[in-house]
């Protein structure tokens, strides 16, 4: 009984709840209790509000969601490859522990849905610099709530699929497949590639993309995204932060399940 209750209780907050053993009904109630998902989807609301408010014409309205469409995969690009898979935050004593956050513990064990989703605190002013001075300069303050209050939006399906792509399930629609296989090769194949989420569009375009296992050599960086045991002792916040040496292969789930 204790057991059950405290396996529910993981379901409910998400809290170190492993994705390679859960099913999907369990990974939606996880993810709509999860407190970060609520927060955003509190704040696009209150957006979408201040877009009513303000509203004027609905055509810089349109434009300032459309604008953000377009812009959020080319922005979550540039930051995924050049500054979560960069290797200066973790040479800086004051950001190694933003780094160690933000993506190094996501790709030490990538099953585990507390480090999946990005710290509010970092995601969210994130989103609203990229957000909301596109939307004020088509629409004004209705542009601006109407763009933040889609960024947020695409933030939260990017995190759905995101937890698909980690979970213990074979998606029926071939485009999920294929969506989920790309990024199972970025973590357990060559980290130097498919940094697309949903969209792989940017990967094609900067020569970033492979479709398969055949078209890029294994990483032996996969895991650890460069911060070896050499790196370690050289740059030691991170594995001090850890309390313990990073390691070459993620605990929790057999890596080869995502695979499918």
Not at 20 to 33: H, R
Not at 214 to 238: K, M, Q
Request: net charge positive; aromatic share 14%.
């Amino acid at each position: 009984m204790i057991t059950n209750t405290l396996k529910n209780s993981a379901i409910r907050t998400g809290r170190s709840f492993d994705l390679g053993k859960m099913n999907l009904s369990q990974l939606w109630i996880a993810y709509l209790t999860y407190p970060t998902i609520i927060l955003y989807f509190v704040l696009a609301i209150a957006s979408y509000a201040v877009m009513v408010y303000a509203y004027t014409a609905f055509v810089p309205v349109a434009i300032s969601i459309a604008a953000v469409v377009l812009v959020y995969p080319l922005v979550w690009y540039g930051i995924h490859r050049f500054i979560l898979h960069g290797r200066f935050l973790y040479r800086m004593k004051w950001s190694a522990t933003l780094w160690k956050r933000i993506h190094f513990d996501h790709h030490q064990d990538p099953h585990l849905l507390d480090v999946l989703f990005g710290s509010p605190l970092n995601t969210i002013p994130t989103i609203a610099i990229v957000t909301i001075p596109i939307g004020y300069a088509i629409g004004g303050l209705a542009g601006s709530g109407a763009a933040f209050g889609a960024g947020l939006t695409i933030t939260c399906i990017y995190e759905f699929f995101h937890c698909i792509q980690h979970l213990n399930y074979k998606p029926r629609m071939r485009w999920i497949q294929l969506m989920k296989q790309r990024h199972v090769l970025h973590h357990f194949h060559n980290e130097n590639g498919n940094y697309g989420i949903t969209s792989f569009v940017a990967d094609r375009i900067f020569h970033s993309y492979y479709p398969d296992a055949r078209g890029c050599p294994r990483s032996p960086t996969v895991f650890n995204l460069g911060y070896d045991i050499e790196e370690a002792h050289r740059y030691p916040w991170v594995m001090e932060e850890t309390g313990s040496p990073p390691r070459d292969r993620p605990d929790g789930a057999n890596t080869t399940r995502n695979a499918a």
